[in-house]
């Protein structure tokens, strides 16, 4: 299952100015056109869900939670393993990236603040196993015991396979923010009694 087709989206490159009516930029073809990072569009997803909210737009509210959150977190999740797929390709086939299989601490993170503010605004209890699923995963396979910091890369079942817990590719950014904003929207879902329309 697809993340969103290519006919429906508007993957582009810059271009040499020549293009059409898209400010020269063109349709990325192949592979690289269908490459998708469901972690980036699960972030976006929460990021558009804040930004309905700020401007009362319920329409994009609904496209948000359809398309950048429920479509992206059940086509990236892995129904074998768990933890969300860091590459996938929007038509179904195999994703060209060497990492698309592995699990990173960062996608997980995004997809538990989308899934948790998606409930916070439907009331989808989807929504909130969803959350469930992926907090546990992040848990479970992540969390170091001892101190709390979380590993950033496992492989495909879920075993750690670099044991340091920062570098050039990971600071602590995604966790701290990830665990201070589903705290605080489930503290709010709770404080109101139900769910924010």
């Known amino acids: 299952k697809a993340v969103v087709s290519t006919q429906s989206t508007g993957v582009i490159s810059s271009g040499n100015g020549s293009g059409g009516g898209n400010g020269g930029a063109s349709e990325i073809q192949g592979a690289q056109g269908r490459l998708v990072n469901p972690g980036t569009v699960l972030e976006v997803g929460w990021m558009l869900l804040k930004f309905s909210q700020l401007t009362h737009k319920k329409e994009l509210r609904k496209q948000a ?32 990236e060497l990492t698309w299989n592995m699990k990173l601490w960062w996608p997980v993170a995004e997809s538990m603040i ?3 503010m998606a ?18 995963y992040a848990m479970v396979h992540f969390r170091e015991p001892d101190h709390g910091e ?10 750690i ?5 920062g570098g050039p590719d990971k ?17 709010e879902v709770v404080a109101s ?5």
């Not at 600071?171 to 503290?187: D, E, I, N, Q, S």
């Open 171 to 187: 600071g602590c950014f995604h966790v701290a923010r990830c665990l201070w904003m589903c705290a605080k929207l489930v503290r």
């Open 114 to 116: 989308a899934l948790i």
């Open 161 to 165: 396979t670099h044991t340091f817990k």
């Open 65 to 96: 939670m359809s398309l950048f959150v429920e479509t992206t977190f059940t086509s990236a999740w892995d129904p074998a393993y768990g933890g969300v797929f860091s590459f996938l390709d929007v038509d179904g086939l195999s994703p060209t």
């Open 150 to 159: 979380w590993y950033g890369y496992a492989d495909t079942q879920g075993r």
């Open 119 to 136: 409930y916070k605004f439907s009331g989808n209890r989807t929504f909130l196993n969803q959350f469930s699923r992926a907090f546990d």
């Open 193 to 197: 009694g139900g769910v924010e329309k």
